[in-house]
């Protein structure tokens, strides 16, 4: 069994394993794992049991402070430029 329900294809899992990870990598492992949660499932509540699940892993770990970053609220967008930004 490569993963478990919360992460079938053991993506977070690896991560935690990796010497050396950068925040970087953790953010683009991170990426590709919530494009796999369904779509009917609550990403942040999958990522609360993530959280939850490798509470042992310390907190300065650069997953755990992603999985952290992902809980937070995004900020709001801002003007973008060019003509449609004018108009």
Known sequence: M?????DPRGLIR?????DGITAGECRT???D???GVPADQDTKTE??????QYAD???SHPMTQ????ALRDAA???????????Q
């Open 66 to 69: 992603t999985l952290i970053a």
């Open 57 to 59: 892993e310390p907190t």
């Open 76 to 86: 709001p967008a801002k003007r973008r430029g060019g003509r449609a930004g004018r």
């Open 14 to 18: 690896e991560a935690y394993r990796i």
């Open 29 to 31: 492992i991170f990426l």
């Open 33 to 35: 794992w919530a494009l």
């Open 47 to 52: 990522v609360k049991a993530l959280l939850v």
């Open 2 to 6: 490569k993963g478990d329900a919360r």
